[in-house]
């Protein structure tokens, strides 16, 4: 039976990949490496560790330890915070789920942004929430999805993912977690692995809506 649904939050639950993406690349010119927004969409999920290892190695350039603390402090300072917005829907499509479901919430994003869209946004919604700076291995690897379920209390039958990045579904997918898509950011082809693809937040709402016990299908 299912008792909770755990969210990623970069483009399924709030319209800020383009915001973040942007960030990231004005950071890393930084450091001598030009980007796309694209880049960053295909690394979506990692923690900040993971996502600077992974441009430097496609730039065939090696990081210094100063990278991993200078870059996301840059990235932090040129973020447009004021600019991330809830997708249209989501509090709606939450305060039914809430009523049905324990909701929560994990992040590669670093623990100060998911705060603060946290606070800002969904204060009240999640009994749990993860962040990129939790966590030494995070998407793809299971270990935030891991931890979700073991502060959740819950079994894997017992639980699903909303994702819409890659790193993500493969990490839901390697906890042994049912696992939805939605395409908000990447074409579909490329978030086929998880386990049904959505092909944008209408039909996620109308999904979640159908999982509600008692509810009148649309």
Not at 167 to 196: N, W
Request: charged share 30%; proline share 6%; with cysteine.
């Amino acid at each position: 039976m299912l008792k909770a649904i755990i969210f990623d939050m970069d483009g399924v639950l709030v319209d800020s990949m383009r915001f973040q993406a942007d960030a990231w690349a004005k950071a890393f010119q930084d450091a001598g490496i030009n980007i796309v927004r694209e880049d960053i969409y295909e690394l979506e999920g990692s923690n900040d560790k993971r996502l600077i290892k992974s441009i430097f190695k496609e730039a065939r350039k090696e990081p210094e330890p100063e990278h991993f603390e200078r870059l996301p402090e840059k990235k932090r300072d040129l973020l447009e915070f004021d600019r991330i917005k809830p997708f249209e829907g989501i509090p709606e499509c939450l305060d039914e789920l809430k009523r049905n479901f324990r909701l929560a919430m994990v992040s590669g994003s670093n623990r100060n942004t998911v705060g603060k869209i946290v606070d800002k946004f969904f204060s009240g919604y999640f009994d749990v929430v993860i962040n990129g700076s939790d966590l030494e291995r995070g998407k793809p690897d299971p270990d935030p999805y891991l931890k979700a379920l073991e502060m959740l209390g819950l079994t894997k039958n017992e639980c699903m993912v909303i994702e819409n990045a890659p790193f993500g579904i493969t990490a839901a997918k390697r906890a042994g977690l049912y696992c939805v898509a939605v395409a908000s950011m990447l074409e579909p082809e490329k978030v086929q692995h998880a386990d049904l693809v959505l092909e944008d937040h209408a039909s996620l709402f109308d999904y979640l809506r159908s999982l509600i016990p008692g509810k009148p299908q649309t």
